[in-house]
Nanobody, 121 residues
Framework: QVQLVESGGGLVQPGGSLRLSCVASGNIFHIYAMGWYRQAPGKERELVADINNADSTNYADSAMGRFTISRDAAKNTVYLDMYNLKSEDSAVYYC???????????????WGQGTLVTVSS
């Protein structure tokens, strides 16, 4: 079993900052990539940013220049630093991970439960 546990969400004023964290635990052999998605009410889940085991990053246009994704491989943890937050950033943020095992012929995808970010004055 693998678990992804997010933390760091909350209420922040427009222009403020937040750091989200996600820790992966359980029967982990190899993490290929971890990332953050978000889903606002009435909208589809969308990629915010991801990072692979070579530290190559990918950002949504909406996150570029305001958000920074990073990881601590030794702790199986991924972070999302969010700056200059806007009301449209309000959403449930989900952690995502792609993991592999010697017995598997493809990467398996895992999701966290989500953490709510609300940007409001």
């Amino acid at each position: 079993q693998v678990q992804l546990v997010e933390s760091g969400g909350g209420l922040v004023q427009p222009g403020g900052s937040l750091r989200l964290s996600c820790v992966a635990s359980g029967n982990i052999f190899h993490i290929y990539a971890m990332g953050w998605y978000r889903q606002a009410p009435g909208k589809e889940r969308e990629l915010v940013a991801d990072i692979n085991n070579a530290d190559s990053t990918n950002y949504a246009d909406s996150a570029m220049g305001r958000f920074t994704i990073s990881r601590d491989a030794a702790k199986n943890t991924v972070y999302l630093d969010m700056y200059n937050l806007k009301s449209e950033d309000s959403a449930v943020y989900y952690c995502n991970a792609l993991m592999g095992w010697p017995s598997a012929d493809r990467y398996l995808e895992f999701w966290g439960q989500g953490t709510l970010v609300t940007v409001s004055s």
